[in-house]
Structure formats: C-alpha cells, structure tokens
T-cell receptor
Framework: GQQVMQIPQYQHVQEGEDFTTYCNSSTTLSNIQWYKQRPGGHPVFLIQLVKSGEVKKQKRLTFQFGEAKKNSSLHITATQTTDVGTYFCAGPVLGAGNNRKLIWGLGTSLAVNP | IAGITQAPTSQILAAGRRMTLRCTQDMRHNAMYWYRQDLGLGLRLIHYSNTAGTTGKGEVPDGYSVSRANTDDFPLTLASAVPSQTSVYFC???????????FGEGSRLTVL
C-alpha cells in the first residue's frame, strides 16, 4: 500500500553539527507536511510544502520538496539542544471511498549532545 | 488560548472496563482525528470525522468507536479495554481534510 519512509530512524549529533532527515513516498503527494514532537509532548506543525521543487526556510531549518513530489527533506543547520525531538513528515493520499487521508512517516528522533 | 483539550491526561484501567477519552476543540474545525502513538510504530489513525455527523475508520479502528454529535466534540470509546490498547492517544483537528493538523496534549492510557 501507500507508505512514507523516513530515514534515519535515529540521529545523535553534537551541538553545532548539521542534521538532515529524509522522507520518501511510494506515491506522488499533493503536498507534504512536517511536524516536530518534543519528548513527552504532542506533534506540532512546522510547515507545508506544495510546489514541486519548493524550498522553504525557517531560521536554521530548511525544507525541500522534490521535483517529482515524492520525497522531501528537513535540514537543520548548527543544531541546538532545543532541536531535540522527533520529526515527522506526512502527506495526503486518496483512501477508501475517495477520502483523502494523511499518511505518516515513522519519524526521525534527534538527540543533541551539548 | 484556542486549541484542543483532551481528558484525561493519564489513566490506568483494568482490562475489560469501558473507557471514553474526551476531545474538545474551539477552533470550529470541520475535521477531527484520533491517533494512537506507540514506540516504533509512529502515529496510527484510529478514526476520523470530516464533519459533524459523519465518522470514518482509520488504520486501526478495531476495539474503538467514536461519535461526532457536534463540531467541537469527538470522544473516543474503548468498549472493553485490552492491554494492547495501552498507548498514548492524540486527538487532532484541521480546518480542512489533510490540512495542517492541530494536536491535543495527549492521553496516556495503561490497560492492565
């Protein structure tokens, strides 16, 4: 079935190092969303990408949507301890009965050593 | 502050008991969702509602039921809890189906 794969599953970095997580879909997506979940917290929406090849930045975070709209990446420059958490990507697909639903990657958990 | 409220935040429950997790939103969003989150399995959709009066099944609906009598409330009921339903449950809403999701703080449920 339709699925979204995220790699890596875990990543440990030293504070100040860069970090990238990748999201690959088995199907073309109309858009892709990224969420961050702090330990013990709930997922919080970060951004949505819609256009093929789109690149968006939020301070040290850079989000990309692939040309084929099947993959995406989140890059964090010079990580800080506040970046700790799990990053999820999610994209809408058509489900049963033509209902659109979000399919989620399993997330990448980021640990930052101070 | 507008958002989603879930209750209870945490509950320990004996197997076989009935339990309802409450979810209320004040953003007037049409769509609401219930997810469960388990280590290594990510977020799995249990049930959803695209608008008041309608509900649909997600990936893992068995053992759960929902209702959507009005726009704001979307309770999730476990008719007869089993240990495999031990999880963290998140309620979420969106203004439109598959738009930005707003999540509640979560309800941690332990079934013994």
């Amino acid at each position: 079935g339709q699925q979204v794969m995220q790699i890596p599953q875990y990543q440990h970095v030293q504070e100040g190092e860069d970090f990238t997580t990748y999201c690959n879909s088995s199907t073309t997506l109309s858009n892709i969303q990224w969420y961050k979940q702090r330990p013990g917290g709930h997922p919080v929406f970060l951004i949505q990408l819609v256009k093929s090849g789109e690149v968006k930045k939020q301070k040290r975070l850079t989000f990309q949507f692939g040309e084929a709209k099947k993959n995406s990446s989140l890059h964090i420059t010079a990580t800080q301890t506040t970046d700790v958490g799990t990053y999820f990507c999610a994209g809408p697909v058509l489900g049963a009965g033509n209902n659109r639903k979000l399919i989620w990657g399993l997330g990448t958990s980021l640990a930052v050593n101070p | 502050i507008a958002g989603i409220t879930q209750a209870p935040t945490s509950q320990i429950l004996a197997a076989g008991r009935r339990m309802t997790l409450r979810c209320t939103q004040d953003m007037r969003h049409n769509a609401m969702y219930w997810y469960r989150q388990d280590l290594g399995l990510g977020l799995r959709l249990i049930h959803y509602s695209n608008t008041a009066g309608t509900t649909g099944k997600g990936e893992v609906p068995d053992g759960y039921s929902v209702s959507r009598a009005n726009t704001d409330d979307f309770p999730l009921t476990l008719a007869s809890a089993v240990p495999s339903q031990t999880s963290v449950y998140f309620c979420a809403s969106s203004d439109q189906g598959t738009g930005e999701l707003f999540f509640g703080e979560g309800s941690r449920l332990t079934v013994l």
